[in-house]
């Protein structure tokens, strides 16, 4: 199923195998994949806290949820222990390995396929430890606080960072980044909706991602492979 990141996904409840977790904020996408590896969760509903809490798509169960909830496969406890995220914040690889490790994911940067070693995402059992009180351990807490800090090294940016980045063609601007259409069976991130009503009368198109060749974080600009007339024949979106 295909689904707009910021004008379908935001805002979804996320609901834990013993209740509500909270609702997805944002999503962390890969733009050397193009896949959304994270999603941002607000995990304030029914006590849970309040804090931004990232989760990764391997944990969503994929017999489950609707267009208003997203279901996964973790404890609430999980959720509260998890590691937290910084709004716009790139996500290191260090950052990375504790989240993997914390919740028993395997890595997906090793292997061939686009979630590592499966095409799809897969879940695996969780190696954080307990205190007799449900706690994590003092140690692993502090594996992912040291994580944390080392957050800025990543190319894994918040979506609502990108959105509003500036399009820039072969031959010129092309308007800005409005949206991202995901493909829920594997989280990949087929076309990028953008705005180009500063040029063209055609509104909102659909480009694939394929077209573009850099996002520069820097200048806040999305640069794009293509010229401006190819920009025009993209689909309305």
């Known amino acids: 199923m295909l689904l707009r990141a910021k004008g379908e996904l935001f805002d979804r409840h996320l609901v834990a195998s013993d209740g509500r977790i909270g609702s997805v904020r944002d999503v962390y996408l890969d733009d050397a994949r193009w896949v959304v590896r994270y999603l941002e969760v607000e995990a304030g509903d029914d006590g849970v806290g309040g804090r931004k809490v990232l989760i990764s798509p391997t944990s969503i169960r994929r017999d489950a949820g609707n267009d208003q909830e997203v ?47 499966s095409p799809h995402p897969i879940s695996g059992e969780p190696s954080v430890t307990l205190t007799p009180r449900g706690e994590v351990a003092g140690e692993r807490v502090r594996e992912l606080k040291e994580a944390e800090q080392r957050a800025r090294e990543s190319h894994l940016r918040s979506s609502e960072e990108v959105i509003g980045y500036r399009l820039v063609a072969t031959d010129g601007p092309a308007g800005h980044v409005e949206d991202f259409v995901i493909d829920d069976s594997d989280w990949r991130i087929t076309d990028i909706v953008i705005d180009t009503r500063t040029w063209l009368p055609s509104d909102h ?25 190819e920009v025009e024949k993209a689909p309305k979106a």
């Open 71 to 117: 279901e996964v496969a973790l404890t609430r406890e999980q959720v509260r222990n998890s590691p937290g995220a910084d709004q716009d914040m790139p996500v290191s690889r260090q950052f990375e390995e504790a989240h993997a490790n914390y919740y028993g994911y395997p890595f997906y940067w090793d292997g061939p396929y686009l979630w590592g070693s």
């Open 205 to 229: 198109l659909r480009l694939p991602t394929s077209a573009v060749a850099k996002v520069d974080w820097a200048t806040r600009e999305m640069r794009l492979n293509i010229a401006r007339a």
